[in-house]
């Protein structure tokens, strides 16, 4: 399945939103337009246009978060989607690695009933993996177990992968 690769404008406002991301934006050194994403869950893929990507903590304004990728596209019911992959140090220390990553990718329009709900599964009792990360100038790719949200009884571990070309 696959959705609309056009990035809507996400109208700013809200300092846990990204920037607007548009498409072509340049790219340079402008953490906050162009790059491209494509992420993979099962048999299921997405494709961004306008990636923001931080690579340190100064990028994403918070201390305690080093890297970040985020994007939006839309779902296949039309409803806006947001793509967050973030690693979260609280130590402080900026480390940047997989034990401290979580990949998410939602429906930002409906909280209570949303069109698509995946987030990382890296609890190894119920079949998940801690995701890996690997980072090559601005190439990402990441790799993790996923848990569709939207059956909320089951927790899966679906294989998926996120690779980004930053820009």
Do not use: F, I
């Given at each position: 399945?696959?959705?609309?690769?056009?990035?809507?404008?996400?109208?700013?406002?809200?300092?846990?939103?990204?920037?607007?991301?548009?498409?072509?934006?340049?790219?340079?050194?402008?953490p906050f337009s162009g790059g491209s994403a494509v992420l993979t869950i099962g048999d299921q893929t997405w494709e961004f246009d306008g990636v923001f990507c931080a690579f340190s903590a100064e990028v994403t304004q918070n201390e305690n978060v080093p890297f970040s990728i985020t994007s939006f596209t839309t779902s296949d019911t039309g409803a806006r989607a947001q793509l967050d992959a973030s690693v979260v140090d609280l130590s402080g220390a900026g480390e940047v690695s997989g034990e401290n990553l979580s990949v998410t990718f939602n429906d930002v329009e409906d909280f209570e009933n949303p069109s698509i709900s995946w987030n990382t599964n890296s609890f190894e009792a119920l079949g998940g993996q801690t995701p890996t990360l690997n980072i090559d100038g601005k190439n990402v790719r990441i790799e993790a177990t996923f848990d569709d949200g939207l059956t909320e009884l089951d927790i899966e571990a679906i294989p998926g992968s996120l690779e980004a070309n930053c820009p």
């Open positions: 399945d696959s959705v609309p690769t056009d990035a809507p404008d996400n109208g700013g406002g809200d300092p846990t939103d990204a920037p607007d991301v548009g498409g072509n934006g340049g790219g340079g050194n402008n």
